[in-house]
């Protein structure tokens, strides 16, 4: 008997060999149709950023050489503006008052929400609850929280003042002494705004290696040089963007003055933001306003430039 030839089964590749790459040209109109694709899903952010943000902030920039006033033409001039408002008694208050209360917030409000982080970090029972009752103030609307504040530092009927009477302690003006006026409204800010803040440090203590704790213990460190050691040169990234939002934001306040105290007394708490609402909404003079707005920017945007280039510096070296 002779055998059957035996056959080769042909293979799927050799009847269908695999595609080659696609051209040049065909990978160049696949990336821009996947551009065209991204910046269209970004056009809805784009268009409100550029109509709330951009357009109002050009048009203030424009305003700020005008003089304008709402239903009349606008007429040029020139520096006329930014000349008027430098005059003006209540400047020098308003940036002195800005000035100082941005200190004081760094003083004593950016230590706290580290140490409360720090504390927090550390708990092992009721984390949640505790992290709830830290985030509770920001939640709370800005004027709710400064009206509540208002009712507490009341020299007459005030919760401030009764806890210092059971005690038998001095009572205070709070936020009605032009020396302490300011001082109020910073903790006000401080309590009302360090919630986000203290996440913020805490989900950065949380990605800390644990092994340089332990070697810093190994080593016989005790906490503050752990902290010192350890803590801070780990989380020191997130330290310094966040003294720049806070220098950002304290510069700009303007709820606490205004529901609080109104300026008052004796200009002791009239901020640069609160002069430029008496500008715009109580003189009707909106070239002023925006004249002190633009000085305002130009002061911010040379600060975050030159604290950026610093802090980098410090970070290359």
């Not at 304008?68 to 006329?80: E, K, L, M």
């Not at 801070?232 to 939002?245: A, D, E, G, H, S």
């Not at 306003?289 to 911010?300: E, G, R, T």
Request: with cysteine; hydrophobic share 50%; proline share 6%.
């Amino acid at each position: 008997m002779t055998k059957t030839a035996e056959r080769r089964p042909v293979t799927k590749a050799a009847a269908h060999p695999l595609p080659g790459p696609p051209p040049a040209g065909d990978l160049r109109r696949r990336r821009l149709a996947d551009q065209a694709r991204a910046y269209g899903f970004l056009l809805g952010g784009l268009l409100c950023f550029a109509l709330f943000s951009w357009y109002p902030a050009i048009r203030a920039v424009v305003i700020a050489f005008q003089k304008y006033t709402p239903g009349s033409d606008p007429q040029w001039v020139g520096t006329a503006n930014f000349t008027r408002v430098w005059h003006d008694p209540e400047f020098t208050a308003a940036w002195r008052n800005t000035l100082t209360f941005t200190l004081l917030a760094l003083l004593i409000g950016f230590a706290i929400p580290f140490v409360l982080a720090l504390v927090l970090n550390e708990l092992r029972h009721a984390k949640a609850f505790f992290r709830v009752v830290v985030y509770l103030p920001v939640m709370i609307p800005p004027v709710v929280s400064a009206l509540l504040w208002k009712w507490f530092y009341d020299p007459g009927t005030g919760l401030a003042n009764e806890a210092l009477r059971f005690a038998h302690l001095p009572t205070s003006n709070w936020s009605n002494g032009t020396d302490t006026a300011l001082v109020s409204l910073v903790i006000v800010a401080t309590w009302a705004n360090m919630g986000g803040t203290v996440l913020i440090y805490l989900a950065s203590l949380q990605s800390i290696p644990g092994e340089l704790y332990e070697a810093a213990e190994l080593d016989g460190a005790n906490l503050l040089q752990r902290v010192r050691h350890v803590t801070v040169p780990q989380t020191r990234f997130v330290i310094l963007m966040l003294m720049l939002l806070q220098v950002i934001a304290t510069m700009q306040v303007f709820t606490e003055p205004f529901v609080i105290t109104g300026g008052g007394p004796e200009n002791a708490t009239v901020t640069v933001l609160y002069l430029i609402y008496k500008y715009a909404f109580l003189y009707n003079d909106f070239g002023g306003a925006c004249a002190l707005s633009v000085m305002l920017l130009v002061l911010l945007g040379a600060f975050s430039a030159v604290y950026l280039r610093l802090t980098r510096s410090e970070g290359d070296a």
